[in-house]
Structures are given as structure tokens and as C-alpha cells.
């Protein structure tokens, strides 16, 4: 069994070395830009060695899947989380909730848009894979709530698969010009027009 030092277990201690890799690879795929980042320099940024770094993960690619892994979870289970605790069906509400806590996840380190919606494009094939699978989760969730405002006589009864996958698209690009405008766009507005066109898509006859 491995020993223990200074009362922090092995385990322990790979947790915060892992910890402190994505805390590195966030900063510097988001300001040196992933292409031009270094394991070297990931390694030096979360004072680390390069065997620390192969201990966690395979390849740089690898952390920039986790954290974009990470970053779509962390917001999907807060805004389920949200509309758990909703007890209506209306839909102006639940769709406001949801776009809120989404809005409010994703943008409240204004890094974690730009790795997921610029840096993690096309790096590889398991990335893009990845990205195809969360959005297809984000687009079944925002149709199971325009089911359910059908169900509820607040939206017509229709199909909305199309509508939801569409829906995903235009908020991917909403928050990809939140992140690289200059100078900096009030996250407000982004949410009013993100607010808007959804709650439109849903409700048009």
C-alpha cells in the first residue's frame, strides 16, 4: 500500500496534481491557444513534471477533452438541478430558468466558452465526437421542455427535434461572440437575445 505524507494519501495528492493540470490547461488553451501550448509548458504551469503529466493523462489533446467534458457537465447538471425544483410547467418560466442557469455556468469564467465553442473545434475526431454527443444532449433536453409546454397547452403540439438542434447551433454562436467580442458584450444581452429567440422558436405556431 502506498504510504501517506505529510497526512496526504496518494490518492490525495494525483487529485490535486489533476486538479491543477486542467487549471493549466484552461488558462493556457484559452490565452496561448491550444495549438501553440506545450506539454512542457502545461507541466511548468501547474508545477508538475512531465511524468505527473503521463500519470493523468495520454496526451494534451486528452486534458482538452476532459475540460470540455467538464464544462458541459458541470452546466447541464446545474440547469437539471434548476428545473427540478420547479414546480410548474409554465413555460416562460422553465425555459427562462434553464437559459439562466446555463447561461450563468458557462460564462461565469469567460474561458470556458472560448475552449469549448473555438479551442476544442476540430482538434480531433474523439473531441468532435464528443461535442456531437453534447449537443445532441443539450437539443433532446430543450425538446423534452417543449414537449412538456405542448403537453401543457403553451406551445402548439408539434415536432421540435429540428427546432431544438437549431436552437443549440444559435446559442453556440451567441456565446462565441459573447467571448471574442471586443470590447467585452454585457452577458445580459447575450441572455436576453439567447432568452428570446428561444421562447420564440418554442411558441411559433
Known amino acids: 500500500m502506498a504510504r501517506a505524507y505529510g497526512g496526504i494519501s496518494p ?31 502545461l507541466c511548468t504551469e501547474a508545477g508538475v513534471s512531465t511524468r505527473n503529466f503521463y500519470e493523468e493523462f495520454a496526451s494534451k489533446e486528452d486534458l482538452l ?3 470540455h467534458d467538464l464544462i458541459n457537465a458541470t452546466a447541464f447538471d446545474r440547469v437539471r438541478s434548476a428545473l427540478a425544483g420547479l414546480a410548474t410547467d409554465d413555460v416562460g418560466t422553465r425555459i427562462t ?10 460564462t461565469a469564467d469567460p474561458r470556458a ?40 397547452g403553451a406551445a402548439p403540439r408539434r ?3 429540428l427546432t431544438a438542434i437549431a436552437l443549440v447551433g444559435a446559442i453556440t454562436g451567441l456565446l462565441r461572440e459573447w467571448q471574442a467580442h471586443e470590447p467585452p458584450l454585457a ?5 436576453t437575445e439567447i432568452r428570446a429567440l428561444v421562447l420564440a422558436a418554442i411558441t411559433r405556431p
Do not use: C, M
Request: aromatic share 8%.
Open 187 to 191: 452577458v445580459d444581452e447575450i441572455a
Open 11 to 41: 490518492e490525495q495528492r494525483r487529485a490535486e496534481r489533476r486538479a491543477k493540470l486542467l487549471q493549466a490547461g484552461l488558462r493556457l488553451f484559452t490565452s496561448t491557444g491550444f495549438a501553440a501550448t506545450k506539454i512542457s509548458g
Open 65 to 67: 477533452r476532459e475540460l
Open 113 to 152: 466558452p472560448r475552449l469549448t465553442y473555438v479551442e476544442a473545434v476540430g482538434v480531433n475526431a474523439e473531441i468532435e465526437q464528443q461535442h456531437v454527443r453534447w449537443v445532441r444532449t443539450w437539443a433532446e433536453f430543450i425538446e423534452s421542455e417543449a414537449l412538456r409546454a405542448a403537453d401543457a
Open 159 to 161: 415536432a421540435y427535434r
Open 97 to 106: 430558468t434553464l437559459l439562466d442557469v446555463f447561461i450563468g455556468s458557462v
